[in-house]
């Protein structure tokens, strides 16, 4: 059965600094999702990763993949205080499920 | 274009009583799943249509949960004699096929009093 674990759980920094969200899973998948969920709003997809080494980029922050080690990350740069959110990963499981990670809060003190 | 719609947007109801949450996929996508998140929490599978063929149904968590979809569209989620622990929001999230990127409605917060 596939696991996924995200750390930290809860993560507050200052703006301007760089962080990196981890996303490990426990067996074989094929694709990564990183969302982003607002306080009292749904989630809004980031990244999809679909290949060992993958990287995307968006604005300040930088996804990554590696399939062998069974870890995805999700790297901050120079936070500002818009980046607050809750981020989760999700591994491809099956045919269509995604397993969910217990997500990151990130706050982001100005 | 239109994204997942889903209604109402909160609804309170007593224990014991039937409530119906709706959710309208993005049009031509044949994949629906409905999820649930507890306060602060991740998200919980609940059920998986894809197309016509037979849903997943593997993770509502009792007989007191069943869902429908009508004409590969819409979909109604229905709990029967609502429990407190029912509360969380529940989100339907739709694809163009299991293996491709799910987009989250706003969700419906229940709230079982």
């Known amino acids: 059965e ?38 009292g709003k749904s989630l809004e997809s ?15 922050l930088m996804a990554s993949l590696d399939t062998k080690a069974r870890l995805s990350t999700l790297h901050i740069t120079a936070a500002v205080h818009d980046l607050s959110a809750t981020y989760f990963c999700a ?11 217990a997500g990151t809060k990130l706050i982001i003190k100005p | ?27 031509g996508h044949t994949a629906l799943y ?15 249509f894809q197309g016509n063929s037979a849903p997943d149904k593997s993770g509502l968590p009792s007989d007191r949960f069943s869902a429908e979809r009508t004409g590969g569209s819409v979909s109604t989620l229905t709990i029967q004699r609502t429990q407190q622990e029912d509360s969380a929001v529940y989100l339907c999230a739709s694809s163009l096929a299991g293996r491709y990127e799910q987009f989250f409605g706003p969700g419906t917060r229940l709230t079982v009093l």
């Open chain 2, 34 to 48: 409905w999820y649930r998140q507890s306060l602060g929490q991740g998200l919980e599978f609940l059920i998986y």
């Open chain 1, 2 to 39: 596939l696991k996924v674990e995200q750390n930290p759980l809860f993560l507050s920094m200052q703006e301007g600094k760089n962080y990196t969200i981890y996303c490990n899973y426990s067996t074989t998948s094929d694709r990564l999702y990183w969302y982003r969920q607002d306080p």
């Open chain 1, 46 to 60: 980031l990244f999809v990763l679909l290949s060992n080494g993958a990287v995307k980029q968006e604005g300040r």
């Open chain 1, 91 to 101: 591994a491809f499981y099956s045919n269509y499920q995604l397993i969910w990670g």
């Open chain 2, 1 to 27: 274009g239109a994204g997942v719609s889903q209604s109402p947007s909160n609804k309170v109801t007593e224990k014991g009583k039937d409530v119906e949450l709706r959710c309208d996929p993005i049009s």
